[in-house]
């Protein structure tokens, strides 16, 4: 049953409030997570847009970075937004001096990827994965998958044919923010991997 499913989101900076808005309209049981004690308790986690360099200051601040990538590489059910997709990819190609990512997602990716005089954008995308009607994506100052390694999937493409969402196994990852939008289409399939996993 939905209802049952418990469903993290890393709550340590950023736009965690519209992602557990979303799951709980899903029916999904949608609870913060600050704590590795909270991680535990979890079936999925996402983890949402906001500051890659923050967020990872701040899980290793927590103690929360080792206990996130042992349930990475566990196979918990794991989707990041924005800078959710930073910190699940194996390496950044311009990350700030000392910053780590969670990795488990075999991609690189590029931080600023539209540079600052293209803050933001929106356009509609086709997924497949997630139906045949386009989903309406917005980009905030958003990351690019630069390249896709062997064992990770593109999900969707921009018109220019760079990759901005990808699959591998129970780990989703998107440049865009679904949680925006109202197209609640990609939580639905994330929830339906977490299911899965349970």
Known sequence: MAGSTRVGVLALQGDFREHIAVLRALGADAVPVRRPSELAEVGGLVIPGGESSVMDKLS??????????????GGLPVYGTCAGLIMLADSILDGIAGQQTLGGLDVQVRRNAFGSQLDSFETDLDIPAVGAEPMHAVFIRAPIVHSVGERATPLARLADGRVVAVEQGNLLGTSFHPEMTGDVRFHEYFLSKVRAAA
């Open 60 to 73: 290793r601040t927590f103690g929360l970075a080792e206990p996130l990538k042992q349930a990475i590489a």
